[in-house]
């Protein structure tokens, strides 16, 4: 399908279905052996990682959990001080787990910085992050993915998960949002 038969604002398709594909296929390599033999867990952050985590999860070839937590992220500071608000927590006592947070986009940072630090409270057996894009000219904070399948330019991107205003998220490919 080609971008343009989508909609008006589909003009680019920056990430092809077949790349992405590809390179989650060598992501899920690269993690059955990191976590071979260990009891792994593997946490979406909802809602853009939703379509991220049902590939990934799919390209791992060991046995492991599947889990997703919903936050949400304020510009500035949340009332309580904290950049983000946990909307749906995990289940999971993440004592037991090598945890692998899967997020679809590390922009300034804020949000996977946060997640982090509230999930490290709870003492995992290991914590690491993929995340499917990095956008590292907008970063906020110190804050580094352990793997990012693709590096992209400050653009406003969506599909594959990512959203603008809610739409978007089914597009099969991630493609530019021309405004
Ligand atoms: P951060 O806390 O700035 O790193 O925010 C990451 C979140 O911002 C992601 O989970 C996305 O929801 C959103 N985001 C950042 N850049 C884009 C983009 O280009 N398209 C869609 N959503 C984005
Ligand atoms: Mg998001």
Redesign the pocket.
Same mark, same amino acid.
Do not use: P, Q, Y
């Given at each position: 399908m080609s971008g343009k038969s989508f909609d008006r604002h589909i003009q680019e398709i920056l990430i092809p279905t077949q790349t992405i594909q590809e390179r989650i296929q060598d992501a899920g390599a690269q993690i059955s052996r990191i976590y071979a033999d260990k009891p792994l867990l593997l946490v979406g952050i909802l809602n853009?990682a939703f379509v991220f985590m049902a590939d990934l999860c799919r390209s791992i070839s060991i046995p492991c959990e599947t889990a997703f937590m919903r936050v949400r992220?304020y510009s500035g500071m949340s009332s309580q001080g904290n950049p983000v608000e946990i909307l749906m927590d995990l289940e999971q006592d993440i004592s037991r787990y090598h945890v692998l947070i899967a997020? @679809?986009? &590390? @922009? #300034?940072?804020? #949000? &996977?910085r946060a997640v982090t630090e509230i999930l490290k409270e709870r003492h995992p057996l290991s914590l690491r992050v993929v995340t499917l894009l990095d956008?590292p000219s907008r970063r906020a904070v110190d804050f580094e993915a352990d793997m990012s399948l693709f590096t992209i330019a400050d653009r406003? /991107? /969506?599909g594959y998960g &990512? @959203?603008y205003n809610g739409s978007y998220r089914n597009l099969p490919y991630v493609a530019v949002y021309t405004p």
């Open positions: 853009g992220s997020e @679809d986009i &590390l @922009d #300034t940072g804020r #949000t &996977l956008k406003f /991107v /969506v &990512l @959203d």
